[in-house]
């Protein structure tokens, strides 16, 4: 069961993403109670959305400024590019975490305090299992998370890599398959980036009626195919590799 439960904690990520774009609940008191629920699995404070997606990502959507670029270590598309990418990426969150916080000292008290106690939550969480059993600690609750933080961003990467941020339709990479079912439709990428505050079970629907304008080279069937593809059979066939759309736009101005 541990291999489902692995599986389970990636989708504990997706979930976080979409109660930050969306509550869950009407109450803002259950609100609070699942952020912090979702901390505890997802393996960092879920505020943390705020800052380095909602407030950033969003809005700057891989251009230059958003902390979770593609490109900043290479504008190649790889294996080891998607390796490094979440580590890299993660450590370039921190500032505007680290910013929102001490917006939120000098403006929100509460919400300061709040966010702040995410941290406290988790590490009574982590620390609490490590001292009733540290092997199982490690084994059901930190690589658990770690799986989870480490997948959230490889699909944030997948979903950029090589597309034209500048362009309104093909910013973003789309996963129209079977996976979409389990991780809440994560794979129609570019309509979420369109109405970020639409509620996931929406999402077919509405890329149905962008899809015609979405570059064909950004329309995947299938996410585990083109990690296959692009990322192993790709070092050793050019024709499975992917193209800059970026670099394109680039060199043509």
């Given at each position: 069961?541990?291999?489902?439960?692995?599986?389970l904690?990636?989708?504990?990520?997706?979930?976080?993403?979409?109660?930050?774009?969306?509550?869950?609940?009407?109450?803002?008191?259950?609100?609070?109670?699942?952020?912090?629920?979702?901390?505890?699995?997802?393996?960092?404070?879920?505020?943390?959305?705020?800052?380095?997606?909602?407030?950033n990502?969003?809005?700057l959507?891989?251009?230059?400024?958003?902390?979770?670029?593609?490109?900043?270590?290479?504008?190649?598309?790889?294996?080891?590019?998607v390796?490094?990418?979440?580590?890299?990426?993660?450590?370039?969150?921190?500032?505007?975490?680290?910013?929102?916080?001490?917006?939120?000292?000098?403006?929100?008290?509460?919400?300061?305090?709040?966010?702040?106690l995410?941290?406290?939550?988790?590490?009574?969480?982590?620390?609490?299992?490590?001292l009733?059993?540290?092997q199982k600690?490690?084994?059901?609750?930190?690589?658990?998370?770690?799986?989870?933080?480490?997948?959230?961003?490889?699909?944030?990467?997948?979903?950029?890599?090589?597309?034209?941020e500048?362009?309104?339709?093909n910013?973003?990479?789309?996963?129209?398959?079977f996976?979409?079912y389990?991780?809440?439709?994560?794979?129609?990428?570019?309509?979420h980036?369109?109405?970020?505050?639409?509620?996931?079970?929406?999402?077919?629907?509405?890329?149905?009626?962008?899809?015609?304008?979405?570059?064909?080279?950004?329309?995947?069937?299938?996410?585990w195919?083109?990690?296959?593809?692009?990322?192993?059979?790709?070092?050793?066939?050019?024709?499975f590799?992917t193209?800059?759309?970026?670099?394109?736009?680039?060199?043509?101005?």
């Amino acid at each position: 069961m541990w291999f489902p439960y692995l599986f389970l904690s990636v989708a504990v990520t997706v979930i976080a993403h979409n109660h930050n774009h969306l509550p869950i609940w009407r109450n803002n008191t259950l609100n609070i109670l699942t952020d912090y629920w979702l901390t505890l699995f997802y393996g960092f404070p879920a505020f943390a959305w705020i800052p380095t997606h909602n407030l950033n990502h969003h809005v700057l959507n891989n251009k230059p400024g958003d902390y979770t670029i593609t490109y900043r270590v290479s504008e190649q598309n790889t294996w080891w590019t998607v390796l490094i990418y979440p580590s890299v990426s993660s450590w370039f969150q921190q500032k505007p975490i680290r910013d929102y916080l001490m917006k939120l000292q000098n403006t929100d008290k509460r919400k300061f305090v709040l966010s702040l106690l995410q941290y406290v939550a988790l590490a009574i969480w982590i620390v609490g299992g490590l001292l009733i059993d540290w092997q199982k600690a490690i084994l059901y609750i930190i690589i658990p998370q770690q799986v989870g933080l480490f997948a959230v961003l490889v699909f944030n990467y997948v979903q950029h890599v090589h597309a034209d941020e500048e362009s309104r339709y093909n910013h973003s990479r789309n996963f129209t398959g079977f996976l979409n079912y389990l991780l809440f439709n994560n794979g129609y990428h570019t309509i979420h980036h369109e109405k970020a505050g639409v509620h996931w079970s929406k999402t077919p629907e509405l890329h149905k009626q962008i899809e015609s304008n979405i570059d064909s080279s950004l329309k995947e069937r299938s996410f585990w195919w083109y990690i296959l593809r692009v990322y192993v059979l790709g070092v050793f066939f050019s024709r499975f590799r992917t193209d800059s759309m970026r670099l394109k736009r680039l060199a043509s101005q």
